[in-house]
């Protein structure tokens, strides 16, 4: 049973750095051909794709976030992490990590297999 699991602050002041791990169990970050990503969901809108990091570990981020964002990885751990910078209250969302073997960049919603339950996370003074 593969299991994701969010962690991090909820609460992030502005102009700071949003800092989420997200800890895999019952599969390798590092199988081939999988792609591990962060999504986010605003209050009141639908979800956005922010970035992944493959098995191989490279990292692609979503073009309109891509100059504040940063994937990597600790495989030792079987973890990956998201960094978003210079966070606004726009940042406030339900903060998911989720692993499909479609490219994300391109993928729908449905080619994710599994999910972690989600993380608020909260831009505010």
């Known amino acids: 049973q593969v299991q994701l699991q969010e962690s991090g602050p909820g609460l992030v002041k502005p102009s700071q750095t949003l800092s989420l791990t997200c800890t895999v169990s019952g599969a390798s970050i590092t199988t081939n051909y999988y792609y591990w990503s962060w999504i986010r969901q605003p209050p009141g809108k639908g979800l956005e794709w922010i970035g992944y990091?493959?098995?191989?570990?490279?990292?692609y981020y979503s073009p309109s976030l891509e100059s504040r964002t940063s994937i990597s990885r600790d495989t030792a751990k079987n973890q990956f992490a998201l960094q978003l910078s210079s966070v606004t209250p726009e940042d406030t969302a339900v903060y998911y990590c989720a692993r499909t073997r479609e490219d994300p960049s391109i993928a729908t919603i449905s080619a994710y297999d599994y999910w972690g339950q989600g993380t608020q996370v909260t831009v505010s003074s």
């Open positions: 990091i493959r098995y191989s570990g490279g990292a």
